[in-house]
C-alpha cells in the first residue's frame, strides 16, 4: 500500500527564516502530488499542487514545492515565512491508477514573531 | 458558492448512541470520502464513495457505515459509538477525472464519545 511520510513533525522558526517541509512516498507508479495546509480552527485548503510537467511548481502565499521522482520526494519551501503562516502542512499523493489519495502525519509549524 | 457542508460541527455523546454526521456537496462530485484526523496521524480515510451505491472501505473502516443513495450527500453513521472514536472527522469531495484528485473538504465535525 501507499505511504506518505513528512519527517517533521514539529517546525518552530522566526519570522522571515526559510521553510523547507520534507515529503516522501513510496509508490513507484504515476501520481499526483499536493500540499494542503490547514489554519488553527479551519480545514484543509490546497496550497499547490503537481499532475505534469515542470516539477517546480508554485502555490499560493509563496509556497513552492519540487518534485523528485528519482527521491520519491515532494518537498515544500518558502524563502520567507511570516507569522500568518502557522498552521499544519500535509502532504498527500493520489495514485493515478487507483485514485486512492494517501495523507502523510503532517507537519505543525510555528512562526514566532 | 462550492461548499462541502457537514452537520454537525460539534458533538458529544456517551458510548453506544447511535450518531450520523452529514455531508453535502454542490458540485455534482462523483467521488466523496470521510476522514478522521488525529494528533501526530494525519488524516486517516474512513469510506469513500466512486459514485452513487459505490462505496467502499477506506484505511480504518471498522465502526463506521456509510451511504450513498444521492451524489451529493454522504452521511457517515456511527451505529455504537465508543470512546476510541472520539475524532475531527472532514468529509470531502473531488471530481473523479485522472488528472484532478484536489478534494474540497468540509469545515470539520468534532466529535467526543463519553
Redesign the interface.
Same mark, same amino acid.
Given at each position: 500500500a501507499q505511504s506518505v511520510s513528512?519527517h517533521n *513533525?514539529h517546525v518552530i522558526l522566526s519570522e522571515a527564516a526559510s521553510l523547507e517541509l520534507g515529503c516522501n512516498y513510496s509508490y513507484g507508479g504515476t501520481v $499526483?502530488l499536493?500540499w494542503?495546509v490547514q489554519y488553527p480552527g479551519? *480545514? &484543509?485548503? &490546497?496550497l499547490l499542487?503537481y499532475?505534469?510537467g515542470d516539477p517546480l511548481v508554485k502555490g499560493i502565499k509563496g509556497f513552492e514545492a519540487e518534485f523528485i521522482k528519482s527521491k520519491f520526494s515532494f518537498n515544500l519551501r518558502k524563502p520567507s515565512v511570516q507569522w500568518s503562516d502557522t498552521a499544519e502542512y500535509?502532504c498527500?499523493v $493520489?495514485e493515478?491508477v487507483t485514485?486512492m &489519495?494517501?495523507?502523510? !502525519? !503532517?507537519t505543525r509549524l510555528m512562526v514566532k514573531p | 458558492e462550492a461548499q462541502v457542508t457537514q452537520n454537525p460541527r460539534y458533538l458529544i455523546t456517551v458510548t453506544g448512541k447511535k450518531l450520523t454526521v452529514t455531508c453535502s456537496q454542490n458540485m455534482n462530485h462523483e467521488y466523496m470520502s470521510w476522514y478522521r484526523q488525529d494528533p501526530g496521524l494525519g488524516l486517516r480515510q474512513i469510506y469513500y464513495s466512486m459514485n452513487v451505491e459505490v462505496t467502499d472501505k477506506g484505511d480504518v473502516p471498522e465502526g463506521y457505515k456509510v451511504s450513498r443513495k444521492e451524489k451529493r450527500n454522504f452521511p457517515l453513521i456511527l451505529e455504537s459509538p465508543s470512546p476510541n472514536q472520539t475524532s475531527l472527522y472532514f468529509c470531502a469531495s473531488h471530481d473523479t477525472g485522472l488528472n484532478t484528485g484536489e478534494l474540497f473538504f468540509g469545515e470539520g465535525s468534532r466529535l467526543t464519545v463519553l
Open positions: 513528512q *513533525h $499526483n499536493f494542503y479551519q *480545514h &484543509l485548503q &490546497l499542487k499532475f505534469s500535509f498527500a $493520489n493515478q485514485r &489519495l494517501t495523507f502523510g !502525519g !503532517g | -
